[in-house]
T-cell receptor
Framework: SQTIHQWPATLVQPVGSPLSLECTVEGTSNPNLYWYRQAAGRGLQLLFYSVGIGQISSEVPQNLSASRPQDRQFILSSKKLLLSDSGFYLC??????????????FGPGTRLTVL | GEDVEQSLFLSVREGDSSVINCTYTDSSSTYLYWYKQEPGAGLQLLTYIFSNMDMKQDQRLTVLLNKKDKHLSLRIADTQTGDSAIYFCAERGSGAGSYQLTFGKGTKLSVIP
């Protein structure tokens, strides 16, 4: 069965510090991968998605970036965090093929607090 | 672009039925989903329905889809305190490249003991 991991689970960082959040998927190959941010326990904002290694699409211009160095690894980074980067970051995956439900499966999330 | 709307809050008494409503704008939606998010956790898929279906039932959950009105609902029978969570409606468009889902802002369900 497929599982998705995120770490760390929680993170407190000072303004201006760098960021690296990691997401890995097990039990599937060539998934689509997604990074979302959820602010104040509310709606999901799609930040990045990737359909393959090295292929990243950005949905929202910001000081965050994403990378996919391996098929089942997705990394969210920042060189200098802002207060507004605080939130709950969720990684998700779904199957590449357009056939089927396209259901996205979510990781447990990372709670980021920027002070 | 596509839009998905939900009311933000719903409060019900334990044992009653809960009905969470959602409207969407994309007439080419192929699948529609309900996710549950408990505090501090990721989103958990509850159920999904294909757009050519009107209803889907799974134990205490009933999903109704009115494609003409672009209206989706989730009914939870015999609501329990463990059902307290945020419920997200989502839709997927058509087309080979439509991997992405569009999510509503979520409905916070509070169950009163």
């Amino acid at each position: 069965s497929q599982t998705i991991h995120q770490w760390p689970a929680t993170l407190v960082q000072p303004v201006g510090s760098p960021l690296s959040l990691e997401c890995t998927v097990e039990g599937t190959s060539n998934p689509n991968l997604y990074w979302y941010r959820q602010a104040a326990g509310r709606g999901l904002q799609l930040l990045f998605y990737s359909v393959g290694i090295g292929q990243i699409s950005s949905e929202v211009p910001q000081n965050l970036s994403a990378s996919r160095p391996q098929d089942r690894q997705f990394i969210l980074s920042s060189k200098k965090l802002l207060l507004s980067d605080s939130g709950f970051y969720l990684c998700a995956w779904n199957a590449q093929r357009s056939l089927g439900s396209g259901t996205q499966y979510f990781g447990p999330g990372t709670r980021l607090t920027v002070l | 672009g596509e839009d998905v709307e939900q009311s933000l809050f719903l409060s019900v008494r334990e044992g009653d039925s809960s009905v969470i409503n959602c409207t969407y704008t994309d007439s080419s939606s192929t699948y529609l989903y309900w996710y549950k998010q408990e505090p501090g956790a990721g989103l958990q898929l509850l159920t999904y329905i294909f757009s050519n279906m009107d209803m889907k039932q799974d134990q205490r959950l009933t999903v109704l889809l009115n494609k003409k009105d672009k209206h989706l609902s989730l009914r939870i029978a015999d609501t329990q305190t463990g059902d307290s969570a945020i419920y997200f409606c989502a839709e997927r468009g058509s087309g080979a490249g439509s991997y992405q889902l569009t999510f509503g802002k979520g409905t916070k369900l509070s169950v009163i003991p």
